[in-house]
């Protein structure tokens, strides 16, 4: 009996993530959205009045995006900004319930998993996403993906004890890898110490790239990303191959 329900939940579990939808970048455009607006035009388009679940939680100055962001998307769909602080977690999860696409844009890593942790929607929002909820983020958006947040840079201000992410995928992200050798060398070596304590592999993406999860396939759409294993020499990642632990 125990084999038969542990088969079943690992059986469950894999056709969930086969209908996963990812589309993660280091930058979101060149001085503007325009990638996002890309990677998200293909599950709206086609929809009548679609909303796009826009979570910009990794900021504490989200209303100075909140123009630019409606701007892009004028035409395609209708942001509903999500804000943990003033809203239910019973709000939130109708808003991602009725979502054709939900997108998380940059800011501070740890700021967006603390308010993803304590408004108690982050189960709900990994399920949605499991279960083909088209998901498209940059930076922190990217990085709150993988098993934890602990390659984000970014300061821990707001001292969140959560650092577990969405563990949609078995690679940690690291965002804005430097292109030149110096810089990345320093980041190799910061990046080194992960893997003193944990076991996953790191992709680093350098500004110009966008990751894409189709299920259980990632793939390097376009630009330049490396990944670092451990107890192995980085490797630079060949687009559209499919990236393997």
Not at 145 to 161: R, W
Not at 177 to 189: I, L, N, R, V
Request: hydrophobic content about 40%.
């Amino acid at each position: 009996m125990e084999r038969n329900f542990l088969f079943d939940k690992t059986l469950r579990y894999n056709l969930l993530t086969l209908q996963m939808q990812l589309h993660l970048f280091s930058t979101p455009g060149e001085n503007d959205i325009r990638h996002i607006v890309e990677a998200s035009r293909p599950y709206l388009e086609d929809k009548d009045d679609p909303i796009v679940a826009y979570m910009p939680l990794a900021s504490l100055y989200a209303e100075r995006w909140m123009e630019i962001n409606e701007k892009s998307f004028r035409g395609l769909a209708r942001l509903e900004a999500v804000n943990t602080e003033l809203m239910t977690q019973k709000e939130i999860e109708d808003i991602l319930r009725r979502a054709a696409l939900v997108y998380i844009p940059g800011g501070n890593t740890f700021l967006l998993n603390h308010r993803l942790h304590i408004s108690g929607v982050m189960p709900y929002l990994r399920k949605k996403i499991q279960t083909g909820l088209p998901f498209v983020g940059f930076s922190a958006g990217m990085i709150v993906c993988g098993p934890n947040i602990l390659t984000s840079t970014d300061l821990n201000t707001v001292s969140t004890p959560h650092f577990d992410g969405l563990n949609l995928v078995p690679f940690n992200f690291f965002a804005h890898y430097a292109d030149d050798g110096y810089g990345q060398s320093a980041c190799d070596e910061w990046l080194a110490d992960y893997h003193f304590f944990h076991d996953n592999p790191v992709v680093m993406l350098c500004n110009d790239a966008y990751i894409k999860v189709d299920g259980k396939k990632t793939t390097l759409v376009r630009g330049k990303a490396w990944i670092l294993r451990k107890d192995a020499e980085k490797e630079r990642l060949e687009q559209r191959k499919v990236i393997t632990v």
